[in-house]
């Protein structure tokens, strides 16, 4: 019988003109295949949650724009790039947080400037000199690429981790940032896979992750069918959990990391951080490089997006829990301040404060 980690999260399916997911707002209850063809079913894909974690989105929008631009008839260089960035644009808006979706969109557009330069395809090219095929084909390699470098990236995050990790350990993380918000691994859940498969006796719990309970219904069952010794909590019990000892060590993802190492993650990271500073317990943010920002100076500067109050009022009930009128703050993401992290974990190894001289030099290296 397959479990969920036996599915793909995202995967191209060119045959058929379509990018399939995993239908997450679906989860744990159901696990349902959805083919998304159209910008509009991509968008709303997106916004929805029903793809969500930022490395899955950025491989999401890599195969959307790549499927949205096709059946391209641009006539002439010029159109495409016109076409493409406007169909970008308007993938890009359906989540300002999550740096990966940019990156992706942007990196398939400077892949096809790449080609074009490469074929000696002029601006003003058109008819016989201007050889669209080629162009498509590069798209679709380009976020292939981006799918297999998503995978071997969280990989190499899970070994870095790792080395942050005993036997016995006791793991907090919250939100998903397992397989299911990439495309194998996850980064957090990264180094918390690595170490089950070393046979490693380690329990991790998991936050529910108010109000959309991504802890709930992703973490804890895709960490639960794979095998490892999982618990789930109340967002409100973590700073009780940590006082009694339980918790040695606490990784969570995010979705951008600011120049000075801030970092926006799901809302409600900053207070489990906060508490874990308090009782001296380590906090990594498991992230990608993609995922760091330097042209984002500080936690300050970044985007955080608001959500529809219904889902603070209304979901997941039967009827509707708060009384008609009351206001809602429903903030998606929240930032967490450098100074209260321990590590950032990404592929290249750990950095540490200053983050800001630890980002900048790794950038310099890479």
Not at 36 to 45: D, H, K, Q, S, V
Not at 233 to 245: E, H, Q, V, Y
């Given at each position: 019988?397959?479990?969920?980690?036996?599915?793909?999260?995202?995967?191209?399916?060119?045959?058929?003109?379509?990018?399939?997911?995993?239908?997450?707002?679906?989860?744990?209850?159901?696990?349902?295949?959805?083919?998304?063809?159209?910008?509009?079913?991509?968008?709303?894909?997106?916004?929805?949650?029903?793809?969500?974690?930022?490395?899955?989105?950025?491989?999401?929008?890599?195969?959307?724009?790549?499927?949205?631009?096709?059946?391209?008839?641009?006539?002439?260089?010029?159109?495409?790039?016109?076409?493409?960035?406007?169909?970008?644009?308007?993938?890009?808006?359906?989540?300002?947080?999550?740096?990966?979706?940019?990156?992706?969109?942007?990196?398939?557009?400077?892949?096809?400037?790449?080609?074009?330069?490469?074929?000696?395809?002029?601006?003003?090219?058109?008819?016989?000199?201007?050889?669209?095929?080629?162009?498509?084909?590069?798209?679709?390699?380009?976020?292939?690429?981006?799918?297999?470098?998503?995978?071997?990236?969280?990989?190499?995050?899970?070994?870095?981790?790792?080395?942050?990790?005993?036997?016995?350990?006791?793991?907090?993380?919250?939100?998903?940032?397992?397989?299911?918000?990439?495309?194998?691994y996850g980064t957090a859940t990264a180094p918390m896979y690595l170490a089950?498969?070393?046979?490693?006796?380690?329990?991790?719990?998991?936050?529910?992750?108010?109000?959309?309970?991504?802890?709930?219904?992703?973490?804890?069952?895709?960490?639960?069918?794979?095998?490892?010794?999982?618990?789930?909590?109340?967002?409100?019990?973590?700073?009780?959990?940590?006082?009694?000892?339980?918790?040695?060590?606490?990784?969570?993802?995010?979705?951008?990391?600011?120049?000075?190492?801030?970092?926006?993650?799901?809302?409600?990271?900053?207070?489990?951080?906060?508490?874990?500073?308090?009782?001296?317990?380590?906090?990594?943010?498991?992230?990608?490089?993609?995922?760091?920002?330097?042209?984002?100076?500080?936690?300050?500067?970044?985007?955080?997006?608001?959500?529809?109050?219904?889902?603070?009022?209304?979901?997941?009930?039967?009827?509707?829990?708060?009384?008609?009128?009351?206001?809602?703050?429903?903030?998606?993401?929240?930032?967490?301040?450098?100074?209260?992290?321990?590590?950032?974990?990404?592929?290249?190894?750990?950095?540490?404060?200053?983050?800001?001289?630890?980002?900048?030099?790794?950038?310099?290296?890479?």
């Open positions: 019988m397959k479990s969920i980690l036996d599915y793909e999260t995202v995967s191209l399916i060119d045959e058929d003109d379509a990018i399939e997911i995993i239908d997450q707002t679906k989860l744990p209850g159901t696990i349902e295949l959805i083919r998304l063809r159209t910008g509009e079913e991509i968008w709303n894909a997106i916004y929805l949650l029903q793809v969500r974690g930022a490395p899955a989105i950025g491989v999401a929008a890599g195969f959307g724009l790549y499927i949205l631009m096709k059946h391209s008839k641009a006539a002439s260089y010029e159109e495409f790039m016109k076409e493409l960035r406007e169909k970008s644009d308007y993938l890009n808006s359906s989540r300002p947080t999550a740096v990966n979706l940019s990156w992706a969109l942007k990196r398939m557009e400077s892949h096809v400037v790449k080609t074009a330069d490469e074929m000696g395809i002029k601006e003003n090219a058109s008819g016989a000199d201007f050889d669209i095929n080629t162009l498509i084909e590069a798209m679709r390699d380009e976020s292939e690429r981006i799918k297999a470098e998503d995978i071997d990236v969280c990989r190499r995050i899970g070994e870095n981790g790792l080395t942050l990790i005993k036997d016995g350990f006791g793991l907090l993380t919250h939100c998903n940032a397992g397989q299911l918000c990439a495309c194998k089950h498969e070393k046979g490693y006796n380690i329990k991790v719990y998991c936050d529910e992750t108010r109000p959309l309970l991504q802890g709930a219904r992703l973490t804890a069952f895709e960490l639960h069918s794979a095998g490892i010794d999982t618990t789930l909590l109340c967002d409100n019990m973590s700073a009780s959990l940590m006082k009694s000892g339980a918790i040695d060590a606490i990784f969570v993802g995010c979705d951008r990391v600011a120049a000075n190492g801030d970092a926006a993650n799901k809302i409600g990271t900053s207070v489990v951080a906060t508490v874990a500073k308090r009782y001296n317990i380590p906090f990594y943010v498991c992230a990608p490089t993609s995922t760091i920002d330097i042209s984002t100076k500080t936690g300050a500067d970044i985007n955080i997006e608001q959500r529809k109050p219904e889902e603070v009022t209304e979901m997941w009930y039967k009827e509707r829990m708060a009384p008609e009128g009351v206001k809602v703050y429903n903030p998606a993401f929240d930032v967490t301040d450098n100074e209260l992290i321990t590590g950032i974990v990404t592929e290249y190894g750990i950095l540490r404060a200053p983050y800001d001289v630890s980002i900048s030099k790794l950038f310099q290296n890479k």
